[in-house]
């Protein structure tokens, strides 16, 4: 059980690594192909470029700690927590 809790915490890891660094360096396609965001400045591809190299930041933090924190179970209440609240907030937007 702890082996698929940890697969869990270290899958929500590299999800996040992949599209922070996706949007990173593409934000065009990422935003512009995928939402329908428009971004008419350069000021706007900065803005999303630091957004997305945090959330690949926070991915790198999350997979480190999903292989070195002992209590998996609750940093699987913190990832449903996490996921919880970008699903709320994408409907809420």
Do not use: C, D
């Amino acid at each position: 059980m702890i082996r698929f809790v940890k697969l869990i915490n270290f899958s929500a890891g590299l999800l996040l690594l992949i599209l922070g660094v996706s949007g990173y360096f593409s934000p065009e396609w990422f935003f512009t192909e995928k939402y329908e965001v428009l971004m008419p400045s350069v000021q706007s591809h900065t803005i999303l470029r630091v957004m997305m190299g945090f959330m690949a930041t926070i991915g790198i933090f999350w997979i480190i700690i999903s292989q070195f924190y002992s209590n998996q179970k609750q940093f699987l209440l913190f990832t449903a927590a996490l996921t919880f609240g970008f699903i709320i907030l994408r409907v809420g937007g």
